[in-house]
């Protein structure tokens, strides 16, 4: 049974010294690295710049302290800007944080529930799709700031963004563009010298650097959103009502798919990284308790983040501890440099998330997708269209209904109702070993009369109606109708109610119903419906001898 218990918990008996400094020097290199990300992420959100911070700070000290995982790092993260974009726009910040609450509710239901296995399931290509599409909604989103365009609001749509874009690109600031190329060289180039400092900060330091000792023309966090607050706001819940309830219900339900699939992933990432094993369940309830408590300290959604916690671990961290540090980093940063933060440049946090738009975008997964079948396919492109063209919410809904209806269709193609009563003697004759491997009779002894049947594959609603049509092969009705079912793992509701069916036709041809070999769990479904009883115990047998002799036995007695 899964444990609702956080690691923290478990890893703190026999925590030792020397872990709690190799805790303590990945938290403070994870906050770094967490500090341009945070404020990046929000501001591409839509949000002004300090909510990264209260997120990454109030969520990640939670995630870390109740997760299920040892390593977890949580915050925003790229996944989010999306969704909590189209969310302010729409309904403004209220709307935001009400749908954040609402999501952090449902996931930690979802981790009451033991939903924690399901949501693993979740098709790879729909994975792959609404990732990569993110991936090219955060690249299109940071080109204003990127160049330096001179323009206003940038549009929401995607292909309204680029067609403002090509309007307003004789506004170009050479000197934005030329910093945001800088930049963009040195994240990329960082890590060939120090791969445990991020490339991000120095990007960060240095640009800021430059254009205040160059007084260089540049827009820069404080010229467009003013001053950043250096304590955390006190707690306060934003106006609930019904209506905006039922408004940003839809968007809650993605916030917490999303927070619920990125976390897990990244624990399961890191899980390969440690030898370790994460608390599913009780990884959903603490990031709906972060999720919960972020609109309440002023934060956006939150998740596990897979490149901090790759960092943490690559950083010596091995237990919540260096989460909790991280979050402590990141707080005392606030707290003393905050005020500094204004003179960040927007062209060099363009190019921090240019990079981050890269490293998330799977191509290399999209591309292997792209190989696969046809199905897969589709899923995977329709699922990033929608992402790109219309919103997450939808493409994530359309891409699970359609693998889900892909994955049906599948299933029933590999699922066959073959009559074998003309086709077994003759196999055998040949002597290919069929006969035998089907435990089937040879022609000779297969009474006059009766019919043989073999299921393969799921007995499901998606291929119950084989069924139905195998029925109708036989000319004339026979008098015994023996089903093979030995091959047979599953079944549900449709499938009973088709046996059911095909035993009622037979009582009321008075046809006998033999059943061979049920695996465990038809067998106990036929039980708890009561149809076990009504074919009638002695019906059930393990063989084909065993059928066959019962067979005999009934058209004795007719």
């Known amino acids: 049974m899964p444990v609702l218990k956080p690691k923290l918990l478990t890893t703190l008996q026999g925590y030792t010294r020397e ?34 911070l209260f997120t990454a700070i109030v969520a990640g000290f939670l995630i870390s302290a109740l997760g299920g995982s040892r390593v977890q790092i949580g915050g925003p993260t790229g996944a989010f800007v999306v969704i909590v974009y189209g969310i302010v726009q729409q309904f403004g910040l209220d709307g935001l944080r009400v749908a954040t609450l609402i999501a952090g509710v449902m996931l930690v239901a979802m981790g009451l529930a033991k939903f924690g296995s399901l949501v693993k399931f979740m098709a790879y290509p729909v994975i792959v799709g609404f990732t990569t599409g993110i991936a090219v909604i955060i690249f299109s989103s940071q080109m204003k700031d990127f160049f330096g365009l001179q323009m206003g609001v940038v549009p929401a749509e995607f292909l309204g963004k680029w067609e403002a874009y090509f309007h307003h690109s004789h506004t170009i600031n050479p000197t934005a563009l030329a910093l945001g190329i800088a930049c963009l060289g040195m994240i990329i180039g960082w890590k060939r010298v120090s791969p445990r400092i991020p490339g991000s900060l120095v990007a960060l330091i240095v640009s800021t650097v430059v254009v205040q000792l160059f007084h260089l023309p540049v827009e820069t966090i404080g010229s467009r959103f003013g001053s950043i607050p250096s304590t955390l706001p006190a707690p306060s ?8 309830i039922r408004q940003v219900f839809p968007a809650a339900i993605t916030i917490a798919l999303l927070a619920g699939i990125e976390s897990l992933l990244s624990a399961t990432v890191s899980d390969g990284m440690i030898g370790g094993r994460h608390r599913s369940n009780m990884e959903l309830i603490a990031q709906g308790v972060a999720n919960i408590a972020s609109p309440i300290f002023g934060g956006i959604p939150a998740t596990g983040a897979i490149a901090r916690t790759a960092t943490n671990v690559k950083n010596g961290g091995r237990t919540p501890v260096a989460g909790i540090i ?35 975008s799977e191509w290399h997964s999209f591309q292997l997708v792209l190989r696969c079948p046809r199905s897969d396919v589709l ?32 299933v029933s193609a590999v699922t066959n109702i073959n009559v074998l009563t003309g086709e077994l003697g003759k196999v055998d004759e040949e002597g290919d070993g069929r006969g035998d491997t089907l435990d089937a009779p040879k022609r000779k002894d297969l009474p006059k009369g009766v019919e043989v049947y073999e299921i393969n ?23 015994v109708r023996i089903l093979q079912m ?38 106990a479904a036929l039980k708890r419906v009561g149809l076990y009883d009504e074919i009638g115990a002695a019906n059930f047998v393990k063989t084909m001898d065993e059928a066959l002799m019962r067979a005999r036995n009934y058209l004795a007695k007719i």
């Open 457 to 479: 594959g799921l007995f499901f609603f998606g291929a119950a109606y084989k069924f139905r049509e195998a029925m109708r092969v036989v000319n004339k009705a026979p008098k």
């Open 486 to 523: 030995r091959h047979v793992l599953a079944m549900d509701a449709t499938g009973i109610i088709v046996l059911k069916d095909g035993l009622k036709e037979a009582k009321s041809h008075k046809i006998g119903f033999i059943l061979i070999g049920l695996q465990p769990q038809p067998l």
């Open 379 to 410: 899923v995977l492109l329709t699922t990033f269209a929608l992402t790109v063209l219309v919103d997450l919410t939808a493409a994530i809904q359309v891409g699970m209904v359609l693998s889900v209806f892909l994955f049906i269709r599948r």
């Open 326 to 360: 991280h979050a402590l980093v990141l707080l005392l940063i606030m707290l003393c440099l905050g005020k500094w933060a204004v003179l960040i440049p927007m062209a060099c946090l363009a190019a921090i998330l240019v990079v981050v738009a890269y490293n998330m």
């Open 19 to 52: 872990q709690f400094v190799s805790d303590a020097v990945a938290g403070l290199i994870v906050g770094i690295v967490a500090l341009p990300l945070a404020i990046a992420f929000a501001i591409a959100s839509g949000v002004s710049p300090e909510r990264g």
């Open 237 to 244: 819940l934003p106006p609930i009502s019904l209506d905006m």
